[in-house]
């Protein structure tokens, strides 16, 4: 087995490194989320407005890391503080109209960078490797403690 896993963190490395070019930024498109951003509307999309503590214990970073995140979103226009629903003390993010614009702009060009990464790829191929990829994350959200919300 180990060469096998040898070789999905050798490809895994790649992933990392590769994952940018499947939406190259152009300047005639805007300005694109940063990767941070992008996640953590993803997040706030999945499961509604989140305090700064709901997302430190969602992506196990610190508070004053996300203070910063969230800072920079707000300066954005892409987030909005609101007072919690449920009446807690702790105020939550939200996605504004404009971050629901730019979230959905960006994944629209990341699917399509991937469309056209798996332009020869049968539709079961896709739907397997979609299977596989859901798994070891599953796996790996299972060992973290932390699951992404998922339909």
Known sequence: MDKPVDLIEFETMLLGRYVHLLAPRDRREGERLDRSAYILLSRIE???PMSIGQLSAAFGLDASTLNR???AMLRAGVVERMPDPEGGIARKF??????????D????????????????????????????????????????GRPWPRD
Do not use: C, P, Y
Not at 94 to 103: N, P, Q, S, V
Not at 124 to 133: M, Q, R, S, T, V
């Open 46 to 48: 999945a499961e509604g």
């Open 69 to 71: 995140q969230t800072a």
């Open 94 to 103: 939200a996605i504004t109209a404009e971050g629901r614009r730019r979230l």
């Open 105 to 144: 702009a960006d994944r629209a060009r990341n699917i399509s960078g991937l469309r056209k990464v798996m332009a020869e790829w049968t539709a079961d191929e896709i739907a397997d490797f979609a299977g596989h990829l859901s798994r070891f994350n599953r796996d790996i959200e299972r060992l973290d």
